[in-house]
């Protein structure tokens, strides 16, 4: 994958997250079925097998990137599910 660009002169880079950022399409898929409507349990979503799950593959995440991870993916999962479009920039 390449780098980010570089921020316009004068303007600091704001994004963080990088190995996150490297990673985001793997992790939703291992993850995406814990958000599944079909795969609640008690009408409760199964969110905290997410982590377990991402922990277990990336052990090297600290945990506030791993929930940065949860939290990006299920927006998707949500926005995916009400039909909006997203692009893939």
């Known amino acids: 994958m390449t780098s980010p660009p570089s921020a316009p002169s004068g303007l600091q ?4 997250h990088h190995r996150v950022r490297d990673i985001f399409i793997e992790a ?6 814990f958000f ?9 979503t199964l969110d905290h097998l997410a982590y377990r799950v991402l922990r277990d593959h ?12 949860v939290v990006a993916a299920h927006r998707v999962h949500s926005a995916r599910s009400r039909g909006s479009r997203l692009t893939d920039a």
Do not use: T
């Open 13 to 16: 880079e704001r994004r963080s």
């Open 28 to 33: 939703c898929e291992l993850i995406m079925p």
């Open 36 to 44: 599944a409507r079909e795969n609640r349990w008690g009408n409760s």
């Open 58 to 69: 990336y052990p090297e995440l600290s945990f506030e990137e791993v929930h940065v991870l």
